[in-house]
Structure formats: C-alpha cells, structure tokens
C-alpha cells in the first residue's frame, strides 16, 4: 500500500493516533487527523506531536467534503470499526486500516504474533526476550505498550518482529501476515465493543487468514474453540496443553514441561525453574517456547530465557510484604477469566480487591474459583454491585463495599492477618476510575509501599 503523497485520514490522537501520524509523516502523506473529543482544542492536538503540526485537523464531526477529499483511513484500535461516520467512510470505498496494518505495510523483516484473551503480555515479553537471546535486531511492539507504527521505519530485513495483537487490532488487518502466530485461548471479553462471542472469536481466529503452508500456528488443545480451529488451517499447527500429554507438541506432565515431536520426547525444564507462578503461566511458557522453536532458535537458547523471565509489571506482580501479610498487583486482570487466574496463582488465604469498568461480563465462574481461599471480597468501582450480587447468588457473602482504591487496600490490611494475601485483581477495566490499567496498578503499589506496619 502507498501512502506517499496521499490523503491519510487518522481517527484518534492518543498514543496509537500519534505513532501513526507520525510514521505517516516520515512516508510523506498528507494527513488529516480527526478527534471526536469536542471538548479538546486544536492547540492541544498540534502540542502533542510535531507530526500533528502541518495536518488538518477536524475535532467532532468530520464533514462530506472532508470524507470525499480522502485516499486511505487509519483507525486507532480505541476506535470501534461500526460508528456512523466509520461506516460512512466504508461506503464511500476507502481503504480502511488500523495501526497494526499501518506499520506491517511500512515495516520489513519477519514478524512473529500473539493473541489470546488472557496471557498475551507476558508471553509476549517473554517470546521477546527469547528473541533477544539469539537475535541481533530485535523488536517487541504492539499492545504491550509499543505501537508497531513507532518502530516500523526503523526495520530492516533483518529485524525479528515479535507483537502482542488485540481482538480490536485484528479487526483492522488486511494484508498483515506474521510467520509464527499464536492464539492462547478465547473466553468473554469486549463484549461491549465486539456484541457476540462468535464476532469476538472471529477477531482473533483472523490473526491467521493471510498465513499459509509455510506459516505456523501455535493453539491452546485444552481450548475447544482453538483445538477444532486447527484442525481446519492450512498452516502447520502446534499445539500445547497443561492438562494431558500429547504425542505432537507441548504439554505439562507433573511439574515437567515436555516437548514431542515425532516419537521423541524432551524435558526443556521444571517448573520450579521458573520464576513464574500459575498453571496458566506454564501454558504462556509452553506458547513462548513452542513459537520460538518453531522460528529456528535453538532449545538450549529458549530455556536460558525461561529459566531467568521475571514476570511483567501489572501481571500477579509481587509487591511487598507487610506485618507478614504479602500484596500482589494483578491490575491487568482486567476480565473475569484472567483474574480467575490470579486467585489460582495464590497459596495463602486471601483478601481480593475487585470491581471497576462494566464490559458486560459475567462474574459466576470468577466468584466459583475463590474455592474457599477468598477470606473476603472489597469491591470498588462502577460493577461493584452486579459483581456483589452475583457473589451472593453463588452463596460468597464477605463482601465489603469501598469508594476508593486506597480504601479498599486499607480495608484489605485491617482485615489481614500473618500469612494471608492481599491481591489486586479486578476482574474489569480500569475506566471507570482510572486511565488504564497500568495507572490502577501503579497507584496500587504505591499505596501499599506507603501503608504503615
């Protein structure tokens, strides 16, 4: 796709907003950059990159001669793909991109890609750093906090690509084809924004239409959606399981996980190397070594990652301890099947910190796997009450309300004895109260190292 000299509509000017505008600039489109804030000032735009400093900008409502004079639309993931002027856009026969197809189209070198619900970030660090080890220019982008766009012109056809790929970024793609791609699992999520659990599942299955025989793709077998998914692809599929042994690929047998491949059968490490807690990190394991593997990087390399990853920042994150009472900041779980994950991880009474952005999930199966660990449930946030409800019908009723997160984590530590957890994992997005879930997580632990023994 060329964009030199073209007329580049970008909706959004948050971080993906700027990163594409700004790589835009560098390939000499004219652009046009909308926002639909209209509280926002055009002053404010133009001072937040220098990208935004020769474009037009148009704040609330983009107008029909405005929509007739453009080439190619670029949207920032935040943006949903079925708003009136989106579709106004897509009737008029324009080219419709987000920022992941922005920066493949730009970029060169391989790229290896991730997907999931859950899981994604730290398999994403984690495929990182195995690059990393064998690699000489390696780059990690994507929802992990870097946009692609921001480091697309820097690539080289030697540049090993890894990418942590959402469900709205796969909604924009065309032409984007990673060599090794990988999807984790699949359970509600973004339900607000996709309307069905078969659109979500589409979103993510997407991340391997444009792969071929040549391509692999790495599935969860303990998921069944993914399971019956790969066995209709046409690329070479890997599979791992945490729950039973499988005569091709990776799987956990005991506290080993094992590798297979055509009657042979490999230990790459025991769990207790790792510095990562929870069956659903082994699963994150497994999906990080078996990518990598599949690329061409040597075993003995792979483990030397695994061996010594610490988990990423937000993610079951150790803070401190305190009067014998230990805090963990699992801010990303932001749906209730990553912070199921987060309660399994705990081996000590807990005090459970949840509540936040209604996505219209569900929170049964979340409130079931507190399994008799969960001392007590401090709920914050605009889901506070759905969520007390549904504790209630599930027979939970050590439910405490709080206005804010620092009330919250106090509640919590008055509460807590010797040996207990107290776990931040909200089971929502962090919108109501918040900026993102890194901002919750970080106001976490900042209260926390502050509380006084």
């Known amino acids: 796709m060329e964009f030199t000299g073209k007329k580049v509509l970008v909706v959004g000017t948050g971080k993906s907003g700027i990163a594409a505008a700004e790589l835009l600039q560098k390939k000499n489109a004219k652009m046009v950059i909308f926002e639909g804030n209209n509280k926002l000032q055009e002053t404010e735009i133009r001072a937040k990159s220098e990208a935004f400093a020769e474009a037009k900008i148009v704040i609330g409502e983009l107008q029909e001669q405005d929509m007739d004079a453009l080439d190619i639309v670029v949207l920032s993931p935040g943006v949903p793909t079925d708003l009136p002027m989106v579709n106004k856009l897509r009737e008029k026969g324009l080219p419709i991109i987000g920022e992941i197809e922005l920066a493949y189209q730009c970029a060169k070198g391989k790229i290896l890609a991730i997907t999931g619900t859950n899981g994604k970030t730290t398999t994403t660090a984690l495929l990182g750093e195995?690059?990393?080890?064998?690699?000489?220019?390696?780059?990690?982008?994507?929802?992990?906090?870097?946009?692609?766009?921001?480091?697309?012109?820097?690539?080289?056809?030697?540049?090993?690509?890894?990418?942590?790929?959402?469900?709205?970024?796969?909604?924009?793609?065309?032409?984007?084809?990673?060599?090794?791609?990988?999807?984790?699992n699949i359970t509600p999520d973004h339900l607000n924004r996709h309307h069905t659990m078969e659109n979500y599942i589409e979103a993510k299955e997407s991340i391997t239409k444009n792969q071929d025989a040549s391509c692999t793709c790495v599935l969860n077998y303990e998921d069944e959606v993914l399971r019956k998914f790969g066995e209709n692809l046409q690329t070479k599929v890997v599979y791992f399981s945490s729950r039973q042994k499988l005569s091709d690929g990776y799987y956990l047998d005991g506290e080993n996980i094992c590798r297979s491949f055509g009657g042979k059968e490999e230990i790459i490490c025991n769990v207790n190397e790792l510095n990562?807690?929870?069956?659903?990190?082994?699963?994150?394991?497994?999906?990080?070594?078996?990518?990598?593997?599949?690329?061409?990087?040597?075993?003995?390399?792979?483990?030397?990652?695994?061996?010594?990853?610490?988990?990423?920042?937000?993610?079951?994150?150790?803070?401190?301890?305190?009067?014998?009472?230990?805090?963990?900041?699992?801010?990303?779980?932001?749906?209730?099947?990553?912070?199921?994950?987060?309660?399994?991880?705990?081996?000590?009474?807990?005090?459970?910190?949840?509540?936040?952005?209604?996505?219209?999930?569900?929170?049964?199966?979340?409130?079931?796997?507190?399994?008799?660990?969960?001392?007590?449930?401090?709920?914050?946030?605009?889901?506070?009450?759905?969520?007390?409800?549904?504790?209630?019908?599930?027979?939970?009723?050590?439910?405490?309300f709080a206005d804010s997160l620092e009330d919250a984590i106090q509640i919590c530590y008055d509460n807590a004895e010797e040996g207990d957890a107290v776990l931040l994992s909200p089971a929502c997005a962090s919108w109501d109260m918040f900026g993102s879930y890194e901002q919750r997580g970080d106001m976490f632990k900042e209260i926390v190292r502050n509380l006084k023994e």
């Open 130 to 184: 195995i690059m990393k080890n064998y690699f000489t220019d390696v780059k990690v982008v994507g929802n992990i906090g870097i946009p692609y766009t921001s480091v697309a012109a820097d690539t080289t056809d030697d540049t090993v690509t890894v990418a942590e790929i959402s469900s709205f970024q796969l909604e924009t793609a065309v032409d984007f084809r990673p060599e090794v791609t990988a999807i984790l």
């Open 276 to 400: 990562l807690l929870g069956k659903h990190n082994y699963e994150n394991v497994m999906a990080a070594a078996a990518m990598a593997d599949s690329f061409g990087v040597p075993m003995e390399k792979i483990k030397e990652v695994l061996v010594r990853f610490q988990a990423v920042e937000h993610r079951i994150e150790y803070v401190t301890e305190k009067r014998g009472v230990k805090f963990y900041n699992d801010s990303k779980g932001t749906n209730p099947d990553a912070a199921i994950q987060g309660i399994r991880a705990m081996n000590r009474p807990t005090l459970l910190i949840g509540g936040g952005y209604d996505k219209q999930s569900e929170y049964d199966e979340w409130i079931n796997a507190f399994d008799g660990k969960v001392k007590k449930l401090v709920l914050i946030g605009e889901t506070k009450e759905k969520i007390a409800d549904t504790a209630k019908n599930c027979g939970f009723t050590e439910i405490v």
